[in-house]
Structures are given as C-alpha cells and as structure tokens.
C-alpha cells in the first residue's frame, strides 16, 4: 500500500484532510466565540456608560464656585472639607492629588474654626506632629493618644459626627505648614482630583446585582470562567464525534 505524503503533515492554516478542516473550524468558532465574548462585553460597557457622581462629588461642586470666587464662608469650607475627606479615605491617590487634599483641607480648617478652636486645633495639632516626626510606628501608644486627642476638635471644625471615620481621616492628613494658603497651582489639582476620584463610568450593566455581585463582575469573574470551561468540554465532545465519523483511533 503507497503512502500518502500528506499522512503525517499537520497545519492548522493548511489542513490536509477534512477532518483537520472541521478541527481548525471549529477552533475558530470557539475564539471567535471567546473573543466576542470578552471584547464584546467590554465594547457594550463602553457604550451604554455614562459619568455618574457620587453625592460627595455634587456636595463638593455646590459650594466649590463660590470657594473659587475668594468666599471663606464656614459652611461652604465644610461642605468642601467633607467631599475632600471623602476622596483622601479612598485606598489609592496619587501623591500629586494627595497633596493638593491636604492642603485645601488644611487651609479650610484654619479658616472655619473660630478663634477658641483655631487656639485648641494648633495645640493639638503641634503636639500630634511633634510625636509624628518621632515615630514610625502608628500604633504607639503615645501617637494614638495625641491622635486621639485631635480627632474630636477637626470633628468639630469639619462638622462631622463622632461616628464619622472621615474624622480620623483628618487627623493624618492635616498639616499645620499647609493652612496659610491654598495656591492656585493647588487648586487646580484639587479639582482635578475630585473629578478623578469621585466622578465614575457607570451604565446598567454595573448598577444590576446578579446573585449578589455586580452584574459586569459576575459576568467577567464567574461566567467567562464557566463559559471557558463549557468551550473546553464542547471541543473534546465534537473531537471524538469526528474521530468516530473519520474512523480515526487514538
């Protein structure tokens, strides 16, 4: 019996035979199918999604233009300092952004308290940061106790409740050397800041719960997975359909 030349060359471009033509097909479809999938879904988000605010963001942009106009109002700093709390206890900032917060929240403390809370805030604050520079670790004794001590007056200033994390927050982003001025370079990156930060792409697809989770993280965590696994297990199933049509035998 003569030999085919072509019985043991195998291209996945070029089949030789027809079972190797279904075989590459159907590999196609399925990373077609994969790839619709993935690009796809990403492709919709995209689309249909829309900046949305979060309510510290509209907070904030209330009393910002008049801020911006040169007001010093207590209220309107502190509608501000809330918003901008809000941003400095997300978990990751830029240090440019970082500093740019911390010197609006600075300088609007100064500002807002009146003079017994501006006298108490400055001892307070003098005294924390005079540990501060002493130590590496936060949870010394005496840094927590000098922290401890200035929470409740920035709660005051910044008129939030003793509940409200955001105080501790201030006690470790406010810096005395910040509170004279807020430049206009600073300024400018705070706004960006609170764009970035707190202005967010948002659709249908992210607001829905599926089984508990975002519908955009089950989808991509969970069903991708699924389906993943369902194109591996279709593949073998028709595999061995055509290695029984064909004949061939491993």
């Known amino acids: 019996m003569e030999s085919n ?6 291209s996945f471009f070029k089949p030789t035979t027809d079972s190797a033509r279904r075989n590459r097909n159907m590999v196609v479809q399925f990373v ?39 007001s010093t109002d207590a209220g309107l700093l ?18 440019l952004h970082r500093g740019a917060l911390d010197n609006m929240i600075s300088w ?15 001892q307070k604050l003098e005294s924390f940061e005079s540990i501060a520079a002493t130590t590496d670790d936060p949870r010394a004794g005496e840094y927590v106790a000098a922290k401890n001590e200035l929470i409740p007056v920035l709660q005051e ?10 105080g501790k927050i201030a006690a470790v982003e406010i810096h005395s050397s910040m509170m004279q001025s807020f ?12 764009d970035l930060y707190l202005i967010h792409n948002r659709s249908i697809l992210t607001d829905t719960k599926f ?9 991509t965590a969970v069903f991708l997975l699924i389906l993943f696994v369902g194109l591996c297990w279709l593949y073998c199933v028709r595999t061995d359909m055509f290695n029984r049509k064909y004949g061939i035998e491993d």
């Open 183 to 194: 430049s206009d370079e600073n300024r400018m990156v705070f706004r960006e800041a609170m």
């Open 211 to 219: 089984l508990g989770f975002p519908f955009h993280y089950f989808y």
């Open 78 to 95: 502190m509608q501000a300092s809330q918003s901008a709390l809000s941003v400095l206890g997300k978990v990751a900032i830029d240090p």
């Open 108 to 122: 609007a403390a100064l500002n807002i308290a009146d003079s017994v809370q501006r006298t108490l805030l400055m």
């Open 5 to 10: 030349p072509n019985d043991y060359h195998i």
């Open 157 to 166: 200033i910044y008129g939030l409740t003793p509940s409200d994390v955001r």
């Open 32 to 70: 077609l199918i994969w790839a619709i999938a993935i690009f796809g879904f990403q492709i919709l988000l995209k689309v249909i999604e829309k900046p949305t605010p979060e309510p510290a963001w509209d907070i904030y942009q209330s009393a910002w233009g008049e801020i911006e106009a040169g």
